[in-house]
């Protein structure tokens, strides 16, 4: 940082203003999809930039669009619905992207601090920002730029590499005096491009530039291509698992193991190799996932075990065991102390507590009541290629290995469906080899 030996300027109390350039190309990712819409962690890359930004509290937030501007600035009032969009209709690099900016702004304070981030650098900190745009009201700089000392290391098949990245100031985050970086942009001349070339000219006569070092070289990294992309995802991934064991999540091996940034996990949890945890998905105490396994925007209850199975927008229980080779689908939710097993899959059901569905199974469209058994090889048949319908499955029934369930069926507490049936109807409806369970 500069010395800070000049005189203390008063600034507004006002949070700082943001911009956010968002309008480059990407055209080395080779890709129809926006290079900024890609994602790290379950997280696009604006997104993750957003929500780094949003830690400021920024008094205005603008995002500047240009390349696919339809699809990159309708995601970006997904991800931060406050902020201000605007398109650089002159696609000439980030200084006319700032300048983009700049217009959207309405009654700034000329001593407010403008933090100008580039949206491709995922591992970017809220908390960094916030200390670089403190050191630059304290230093009263007009300008401070981000860059990174020390080393880079590189996670490569396990081993770490080391990289010598020294000190730049192009890492892509810019905090700027509101009336230093107007003048600047008032001096600069079209053929201006770069960044480099703005912070000189936003130096006032006797102002000073500051560079706000961080020790994370990770922080400045931004994504050019699918290499860079995953090799940032590792990266973002590696902390993650990281932040989790130390949180008391038991990891058998980090290597292999993918924890998004929406996941909640809750202590005493143990994740087997090959496990990823994917979008809102939460895990109770003592649960234990994998090995081989998917779940994704799901609730996982206190002491459940689910092994080598995929698991979507589902509810499983405490207590709950799934699997091995089982598939839930959305809508399912298996009560507590519950057994959906080998080779099973269901959709949009509701299973009871201690109720088992064996192995073997394909069980859709369905209400089964508490402790109710399912037998190997039984098929719900929710769907006659015209409409689905559902089928209830009273408490404590039981229906029979190979028997095929026709909806809509009804199967009335205590029932037993004997082995190889077809089931149609209601329960009052005469079903062959169905008995009532004395």
């Known amino acids: 940082m500069s010395s800070g030996e000049t005189e203390s300027v008063m600034r507004p109390d006002a949070g700082p203003v943001a911009i956010v350039l968002a309008a480059g190309e990407g055209s080395r990712m080779n890709?129809?999809?926006?290079?900024?819409?890609?994602?790290?962690?379950?997280?696009?890359?604006?997104?993750?930039?957003?929500d780094a930004v949003g830690v400021l509290q920024p008094s205005q937030m603008v995002v500047v669009v240009g390349y696919q501007s339809e699809q990159v600035g309708a995601h970006a009032t997904e991800v931060a619905p406050a902020c201000k969009l605007v398109i650089q209709t002159n696609l000439d690099g980030p200084v006319s992207a700032v300048r983009a900016g700049l217009s959207a702004l309405t009654a700034v304070d000329e001593r407010a601090e403008v933090v100008v981030v580039f949206g491709d650098l995922p591992l970017l900190g809220g908390v960094t920002l916030q200390a670089m745009a403190a050191a630059h009201r304290r230093d009263n700089d007009d300008a401070t730029v981000l860059a990174s000392s020390g080393r880079l290391l590189v996670h490569t098949a396990g081993d770490e590499v080391p990289e010598d990245v020294p000190p730049s100031a192009d890492a892509g985050v810019y905090v700027f005096d509101y009336g230093s970086l107007v003048a600047g942009l008032a001096e600069a001349d079209d053929t201006l491009v770069e960044m480099s070339g703005l912070v000189a000219l936003a130096k006032s006569e006797d102002g000073h530039i500051g560079t706000f070092l961080t020790d994370d070289p990770w922080q400045t990294c931004g994504v050019d291509d699918r290499v860079q992309l995953a090799r940032l995802s590792a990266e973002f991934n590696r902390r993650q698992v990281n932040r989790w064991m130390r949180a008391g999540v038991t990891v058998i091996d980090p290597n292999t193991t993918w924890i998004e940034a929406d996941v909640d996990l809750a202590p005493d949890?143990?994740?087997?190799?090959?496990?990823?945890?994917?979008?809102?998905?939460?895990?109770?105490?003592?649960?234990?996932?994998?090995?081989?396994?998917?779940?994704?925007?799901?609730e996982v209850g206190a002491g459940a075990?689910?092994?080598?199975?995929?698991?979507e927008l589902a509810v499983v229980g405490d207590g709950v065991s799934v699997g091995p080779y089982a598939r839930l689908?959305?809508?399912?939710?298996?009560?507590?102390?519950?057994?959906?097993?080998?080779?099973?899959?269901?959709?949009?059901?509701?299973?009871?507590?201690?109720?088992?569905?064996?192995?073997?199974?394909?069980?859709?469209?369905?209400?089964?009541?508490?402790?109710?058994?399912?037998?190997?090889?039984?098929?719900?048949?929710?769907?006659?290629?015209?409409?689905?319908?559902?089928?209830?499955?009273?408490a404590s029934a039981i229906i029979g290995a190979g028997s095929l369930i026709v909806p809509p069926a009804e199967v009335p507490e205590g029932g037993v469906v004997q082995p190889g049936s077809l089931v149609r109807g209601t329960s009052e409806n005469a079903k062959r080899g169905l008995k009532e369970d004395t």
């Open 305 to 311: 075990t689910i092994k080598r199975s995929h698991v």
């Open 269 to 298: 949890v143990t994740l087997w190799p090959g496990t990823m945890l994917l979008g809102a998905t939460s895990v109770a105490q003592g649960a234990t996932i994998g090995p081989e396994t998917t779940v994704k925007d799901s």
């Open 329 to 394: 689908r959305p809508g399912t939710q298996i009560g507590d102390g519950g057994v959906v097993g080998t080779f099973v899959e269901t959709k949009n059901i509701q299973l009871g507590a201690k109720a088992r569905i064996g192995h073997l199974t394909y069980c859709g469209d369905a209400t089964l009541g508490d402790e109710v058994d399912i037998g190997a090889g039984v098929v719900f048949a929710n769907w006659d290629a015209t409409n689905r319908a559902r089928t209830e499955v009273g």
């Open 31 to 50: 890709s129809a999809r926006s290079k900024l819409l890609h994602t790290i962690g379950g997280h696009s890359l604006l997104h993750l930039v957003c």
